[in-house]
């Protein structure tokens, strides 16, 4: 079973461009996941969809923003660049929502540099 | 809003050391917890997870963990560590709730040496 792919592995911008990530769960999750992990930080949680919908975001401002396809694939946009949003991005992917337990299955990520 | 803290950033042992790493969450409802571990050049994967019942839950590769409720731990244990188990260690909590998003702690570094 193919596991959680993410397109690019490197993406390289320069300050006020816009980046587009993308991340293909594995084959029956719904939910998919994004995070930021900057250096040397853990994981922040930026995005949660589920359905085609968000449901829940981290504390980033409007400029990060994403979406979720009717086959479950997202993307993650970063408008108007900015040096310290290098990173590395990573998706998760799992089964569903709701109050039951939701391991997430993660991709290998892109690693964002903004010059 | 939940938080997790994990004590140590960076852990040095030899190899066939005791391995404890600490974590303490805040929230004050129900949470599922997890460890996940990051081993150098692979992705991030699930060690061992914690929903309800026994608080003391075994994962891969002899890794244990016990959900202390009354003090809002859920440290990762493991009895004799490898050069192989050197990574970096994440502890994540999700209130079990069903927009409850998972927080991660800023990570661990483990470093065995042989």
């Known amino acids: 079973e193919a596991g959680v792919t993410q397109s690019p592995t490197h993406l390289i911008k320069t300050r006020g461009q816009q980046a587009t990530l993308r991340c293909s769960p594995i084959?029956?999750?719904?939910?998919v996941y994004w995070y930021q992990q900057a250096l040397g930080l853990g994981l922040q949680f930026l995005l949660w969809?589920?359905?085609?919908?968000?449901?829940n975001r981290g504390n980033f401002p409007p400029r990060f923003s994403g979406r979720q396809f009717p086959n479950y694939s997202s993307e993650l946009n970063v408008n108007a660049l900015e040096l310290e949003d290098s990173a590395l991005y990573l998706c998760?992917?799992?089964?569903?929502?709701?109050?039951?337990?939701?391991?997430?299955?993660f991709g290998p990520g892109t690693r964002l540099t903004v010059l | 809003a939940q938080s997790v803290s994990q004590h140590n950033h960076h852990v040095i042992l030899s190899e066939a050391a005791s391995l404890e790493l600490g974590c303490n969450y805040s929230y004050g409802g129900t949470v599922n917890l997890f460890w996940y571990v990051q081993y150098p050049g692979q992705h991030l994967q699930l060690l061992l997870k914690?929903?309800?019942?026994?608080?003391l839950v075994k994962g891969i590769k002899g890794f244990e963990a016990e959900f202390i409720k009354s003090k809002f731990s859920f440290n990762l244990r493991k009895p004799s560590v490898q050069w192989s188990d050197t990574a970096e260690y994440f502890c994540?909590?999700?209130?079990?709730?069903?927009?409850?998003?998972?927080?991660f702690g800023d990570g661990t570094t483990l470093t065995v040496k042989p």
């Open positions: 969809y589920d359905e085609g919908e968000e449901r």
């Open positions: 084959s029956g999750h719904t939910s």
């Open positions: 998760a992917s799992s089964v569903h929502t709701g109050s039951s337990y939701n391991e997430q299955f």
């Open positions: 994540a909590v999700k209130p079990n709730t069903n927009a409850g998003k998972s927080t």
């Open positions: 914690y929903f309800s019942g026994d608080p």
